[in-house]
Protein backbone atom coordinates (compact mmCIF):
# COMPACT_ATOMS: atom_id res chain seq x y z
CA UNK A 1 0.00 0.00 0.00
CA UNK A 2 1.72 3.43 -0.83
CA UNK A 3 1.35 6.65 1.62
CA UNK A 4 -1.56 8.31 0.16
CA UNK A 5 -4.41 11.21 1.71
CA UNK A 6 -7.32 8.75 0.94
CA UNK A 7 -10.80 10.36 1.38
CA UNK A 8 -14.28 8.90 1.84
CA UNK A 9 -17.26 9.31 -0.58
CA UNK A 10 -17.93 12.59 0.59
CA UNK A 11 -14.45 13.97 1.03
CA UNK A 12 -13.86 12.99 4.81
CA UNK A 13 -10.04 12.26 4.91
CA UNK A 14 -9.24 8.59 6.49
CA UNK A 15 -6.85 9.27 9.32
CA UNK A 16 -3.54 6.93 9.12
CA UNK A 17 -3.45 3.63 10.54
CA UNK A 18 -1.65 3.46 14.05
CA UNK A 19 -0.73 -0.55 13.13
CA UNK A 20 -0.59 -2.71 9.80
CA UNK A 21 -1.84 -5.98 10.29
CA UNK A 22 -0.54 -8.22 7.30
CA UNK A 23 -2.92 -10.98 6.83
CA UNK A 24 -2.33 -12.39 3.49
CA UNK A 25 -2.40 -16.45 3.08
CA UNK A 26 -4.28 -16.65 6.14
CA UNK A 27 -8.23 -18.21 5.47
CA UNK A 28 -10.98 -17.84 7.83
CA UNK A 29 -11.49 -18.02 10.65
CA UNK A 30 -7.74 -16.78 10.97
CA UNK A 31 -8.17 -13.55 9.83
CA UNK A 32 -10.40 -12.58 12.63
CA UNK A 33 -8.70 -13.87 15.87
CA UNK A 34 -5.69 -12.06 14.88
CA UNK A 35 -7.76 -8.75 14.07
CA UNK A 36 -9.42 -9.02 17.96
CA UNK A 37 -5.85 -9.52 19.29
CA UNK A 38 -4.22 -6.37 17.83
CA UNK A 39 -7.23 -3.66 18.55
CA UNK A 40 -7.01 -5.03 21.91
CA UNK A 41 -3.78 -2.67 21.89
CA UNK A 42 -5.22 -0.09 20.40
CA UNK A 43 -7.56 3.07 21.88
CA UNK A 44 -10.88 3.81 20.94
CA UNK A 45 -10.64 5.58 17.49
CA UNK A 46 -7.96 4.76 16.75
CA UNK A 47 -7.21 3.09 12.86
CA UNK A 48 -5.84 -0.06 11.91
CA UNK A 49 -4.73 -1.14 8.63
CA UNK A 50 -5.56 -4.92 7.80
CA UNK A 51 -4.20 -6.58 4.68
CA UNK A 52 -6.28 -9.58 3.39
CA UNK A 53 -6.38 -11.82 0.45
CA UNK A 54 -8.61 -13.86 1.62
CA UNK A 55 -11.81 -14.11 -0.76
CA UNK A 56 -14.55 -14.14 1.89
CA UNK A 57 -12.78 -11.12 4.42
CA UNK A 58 -14.86 -8.36 3.07
CA UNK A 59 -18.28 -9.56 4.12
CA UNK A 60 -16.96 -10.82 7.25
CA UNK A 61 -15.50 -7.86 8.34
CA UNK A 62 -18.68 -5.75 8.01
CA UNK A 63 -20.35 -8.10 9.62
CA UNK A 64 -18.06 -8.10 12.33
CA UNK A 65 -17.48 -4.44 12.40
CA UNK A 66 -21.48 -4.28 12.91
CA UNK A 67 -21.63 -6.90 15.55
CA UNK A 68 -18.67 -5.36 17.42
CA UNK A 69 -19.14 -0.98 17.00
CA UNK A 70 -16.09 -0.81 15.02
CA UNK A 71 -16.11 0.95 11.71
CA UNK A 72 -14.91 -0.67 8.17
CA UNK A 73 -13.79 3.16 6.94
CA UNK A 74 -12.10 2.49 3.76
CA UNK A 75 -11.31 -0.55 1.12
CA UNK A 76 -8.13 -0.30 -0.87
CA UNK A 77 -8.22 -2.47 -3.79
CA UNK A 78 -5.49 -0.90 -5.54
CA UNK A 79 -2.91 -3.51 -3.90
CA UNK A 80 -1.32 -6.11 -6.13
CA UNK A 81 -2.06 -8.80 -3.61
CA UNK A 82 -5.09 -8.92 -1.15
CA UNK A 83 -7.23 -5.57 -0.31
CA UNK A 84 -6.36 -3.36 2.51
CA UNK A 85 -9.24 -2.45 5.10
CA UNK A 86 -8.71 0.69 7.48
CA UNK A 87 -11.17 -0.25 10.58
CA UNK A 88 -11.59 2.47 12.83
CA UNK A 89 -11.71 0.89 16.84
CA UNK A 90 -14.82 1.68 18.68
CA UNK A 91 -16.07 5.59 18.91
CA UNK A 92 -13.31 8.60 18.42
CA UNK A 93 -15.98 10.61 20.94
CA UNK A 94 -18.13 9.29 24.05
CA UNK A 95 -21.28 8.89 23.65
CA UNK A 96 -24.56 8.43 26.31
CA UNK A 97 -27.06 7.48 23.58
CA UNK A 98 -26.99 5.88 20.35
CA UNK A 99 -29.66 6.86 17.87
CA UNK A 100 -29.86 4.56 14.58
CA UNK A 101 -31.76 5.94 11.41
CA UNK A 102 -30.77 3.41 8.86
CA UNK A 103 -32.74 3.40 6.05
CA UNK A 104 -34.51 6.49 6.86
CA UNK A 105 -34.85 9.38 4.29
CA UNK A 106 -34.09 13.19 5.25
CA UNK A 107 -35.19 14.72 7.45
CA UNK A 108 -36.24 11.56 9.40
CA UNK A 109 -32.12 11.79 11.02
CA UNK A 110 -32.39 15.31 12.45
CA UNK A 111 -36.00 14.85 13.13
CA UNK A 112 -35.15 12.35 15.68
CA UNK A 113 -32.28 13.43 17.12
CA UNK A 114 -34.00 16.86 17.67
CA UNK A 115 -36.75 14.96 19.41
CA UNK A 116 -33.45 12.66 21.78
CA UNK A 117 -31.78 15.81 22.28
CA UNK A 118 -34.43 17.27 23.84
CA UNK A 119 -34.62 14.24 26.36
CA UNK A 120 -31.27 14.90 27.55
CA UNK A 121 -29.50 17.29 29.81
CA UNK A 122 -26.95 20.14 28.64
CA UNK A 123 -23.31 18.64 27.67
CA UNK A 124 -24.81 15.11 27.07
CA UNK A 125 -24.09 13.16 23.87
CA UNK A 126 -25.77 10.95 21.15
CA UNK A 127 -24.55 9.40 18.19
CA UNK A 128 -26.90 9.23 15.18
CA UNK A 129 -26.15 6.43 12.54
CA UNK A 130 -27.87 7.29 9.22
CA UNK A 131 -27.24 5.91 5.65
CA UNK A 132 -29.00 9.08 4.22
CA UNK A 133 -26.80 10.31 1.56
CA UNK A 134 -27.78 13.75 2.08
CA UNK A 135 -27.65 13.45 6.16
CA UNK A 136 -24.40 15.42 6.43
CA UNK A 137 -25.54 18.43 4.96
CA UNK A 138 -29.15 18.21 6.58
CA UNK A 139 -27.19 17.75 9.77
CA UNK A 140 -25.09 20.48 9.64
CA UNK A 141 -27.29 22.99 8.60
CA UNK A 142 -29.48 21.50 11.33
CA UNK A 143 -26.80 21.86 13.95
CA UNK A 144 -26.49 25.45 12.90
CA UNK A 145 -29.55 26.50 13.59
CA UNK A 146 -29.93 24.79 16.91
CA UNK A 147 -26.95 24.91 18.34
CA UNK A 148 -26.16 21.37 19.76
CA UNK A 149 -22.16 20.65 18.68
CA UNK A 150 -20.94 18.39 16.14
CA UNK A 151 -18.15 16.48 18.11
CA UNK A 152 -17.09 14.68 14.55
CA UNK A 153 -18.70 12.57 12.41
CA UNK A 154 -16.92 9.35 10.63
CA UNK A 155 -18.22 7.25 7.56
CA UNK A 156 -18.04 3.75 6.39
CA UNK A 157 -17.22 2.38 3.38
CA UNK A 158 -20.81 1.43 2.49
CA UNK A 159 -21.93 5.00 2.85
CA UNK A 160 -23.00 4.61 6.71
CA UNK A 161 -22.82 7.89 8.82
CA UNK A 162 -21.81 8.08 12.58
CA UNK A 163 -22.43 11.92 13.86
CA UNK A 164 -21.47 12.59 17.47
CA UNK A 165 -23.83 15.28 18.45
CA UNK A 166 -23.48 16.93 22.31
CA UNK A 167 -26.08 19.14 23.90
Known sequence: MTARTIVSSHGTPIPSPQVTL??????????LPALKRTLANLKNGEVLLLISDYPGIEGDLFLWAKQTKNQVLFVDRSAKKGFGFYILKGDP???????????????????????????????????????????????????????????????????????????
Open 22 to 31: DLNGQISPGP
Open 93 to 167: WPVGKLLDVTGSRCPTPVIETGRELMRMQKGESVMLISDCEVSPMEVNTWLKSTGHKLLGMTEDARGVFRFYIQK
